[in-house]
């Protein structure tokens, strides 16, 4: 096993995503960071180059919600060690309301999209003895989220599929694992609020009223940060981690009120 790994983070222009690879290149990895359109992917690269002073951080600009995409990503990257399945979309929509199309639009995003990449990157994995999926869920994988159903049915399949291939990749040396965050203060997250809370509230007071009102189990009391999901990514995709696998690990501030995942 080399020492420079190679990881690559979906959907890391932004958000958690971004964090995530940011955290890694701060360890000295290969990192490649994708998003849809070059500029912005190229852009996102650049700004982790900076922050870091880490030179090996590459875009890759890929649609990974479809079947191209996903080819386009591993003809430009032929092999990864750590595969951080994070790209994921969210929207509110009355569950009697959802068509069929949005709800197949969901499951291509959220779900194909690391099973694609995943069994892909999977076999070369398993053949060098080492190698780190992770799934980026929610706490909506075990609460289902009334105001998104078809979300919350995607996240819990992340967490059923995550399983089942820890289950297949069994003594392999490469573990498969399912991060739960909770709601968490991303780009995506403050337009969700403005709108929500109202456009001319205060940051800071939106995400108070927020907690209060809409997210009132969580033990944390404020929305999570993305650099704190990134640490629990950085954490199981690391040696250190190695004895956990077909997991699932909350970084959700207790909002899912229970003992159990
Ligand atoms: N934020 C939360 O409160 C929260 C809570 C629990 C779980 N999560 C999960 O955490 C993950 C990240 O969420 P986030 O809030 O950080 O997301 P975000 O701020 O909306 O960022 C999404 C990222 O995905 C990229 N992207 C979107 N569609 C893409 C596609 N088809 N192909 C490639 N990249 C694509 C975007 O890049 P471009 O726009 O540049 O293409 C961007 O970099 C998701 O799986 C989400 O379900 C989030």
Same mark, same amino acid.
């Given at each position: 096993?080399?020492?420079?790994? #190679?990881?690559?983070?979906?959907?890391?222009?932004?958000?958690?995503?971004? *964090? =995530? @690879? $940011?955290?890694? +290149?701060?360890?000295? %990895?290969?990192?490649?960071?994708?998003?849809?359109?070059?500029?912005?992917?190229?852009?996102?690269?650049?700004?982790?180059?900076?922050? #870091?002073?880490?030179?090996?951080?590459?875009?890759?600009?890929?649609?990974? *919600? =479809? @079947? $191209?995409?996903? +080819?386009?990503?591993? %003809?430009?990257?032929?092999?990864?060690?750590?595969?951080?399945?994070?790209?994921?979309?969210?929207?509110?929509?009355?569950?009697?309301?959802?068509?069929?199309?949005?709800?197949?639009?969901?499951?291509?995003?959220?779900?194909?999209?690391?099973?694609?990449?995943?069994?892909?990157?999977?076999?070369?994995?398993?053949?060098?003895?080492?190698?780190?999926?992770?799934?980026?869920?929610?706490?909506?994988?075990?609460?289902?989220?009334?105001?998104?159903?078809?979300?919350?049915?995607?996240?819990?399949?992340?967490?059923?599929?995550?399983?089942?291939?820890?289950?297949?990749?069994?003594?392999?040396?490469?573990?498969?694992?399912?991060?739960?965050?909770?709601?968490?203060?991303?780009?995506?997250?403050?337009?969700?609020?403005?709108?929500?809370?109202?456009?001319?509230?205060?940051?800071?007071?939106?995400?108070?009223?927020?907690?209060?009102?809409?997210?009132?189990?969580?033990?944390?009391?404020?929305?999570?940060?993305?650099?704190?999901?990134?640490?629990?990514?950085?954490?199981?995709?690391?040696?250190?981690?190695?004895?956990?696998?077909?997991?699932?690990?909350?970084?959700?501030?207790?909002?899912?009120?229970?003992?159990?995942?």
């Amino acid at each position: 096993m080399s020492s420079v790994r #190679t990881v690559l983070v979906s959907g890391s222009t932004a958000g958690i995503g971004f *964090a =995530t @690879a $940011e955290a890694f +290149a701060r360890d000295g %990895a290969r990192v490649i960071v994708n998003g849809r359109d070059e500029e912005r992917t190229a852009d996102a690269a650049a700004r982790i180059r900076e922050a #870091t002073g880490h030179d090996a951080v590459e875009p890759v600009a890929a649609d990974l *919600a =479809t @079947a $191209e995409g996903a +080819a386009a990503m591993v %003809a430009a990257v032929p092999q990864v060690d750590v595969l951080v399945n994070n790209l994921g979309i969210f929207g509110a929509q009355p569950v009697f309301e959802i068509p069929d199309d949005e709800w197949r639009r969901f499951f291509e995003v959220n779900v194909l999209s690391g099973v694609r990449l995943a069994r892909a990157y999977a076999p070369g994995m398993r053949e060098r003895g080492w190698g780190r999926i992770v799934f980026v869920a929610s706490e909506s994988a075990v609460m289902p989220p009334t105001e998104m159903v078809h979300y919350g049915m995607t996240k819990t399949a992340q967490v059923a599929v995550s399983r089942g291939m820890a289950q297949e990749l069994k003594g392999s040396g490469v573990t498969v694992n399912t991060v739960m965050p909770g709601s968490t203060l991303t780009p995506g997250v403050e337009d969700f609020l403005r709108e929500r809370i109202g456009a001319d509230v205060p940051l800071e007071e939106a995400e108070r009223r927020f907690m209060a009102e809409e997210r009132p189990t969580s033990l944390l009391g404020r929305l999570i940060r993305p650099h704190e999901v990134a640490s629990i990514v950085r954490y199981v995709a690391s040696d250190e981690a190695s004895a956990t696998t077909g997991g699932l690990l909350r970084v959700d501030g207790g909002l899912a009120p229970s003992i159990l995942p």
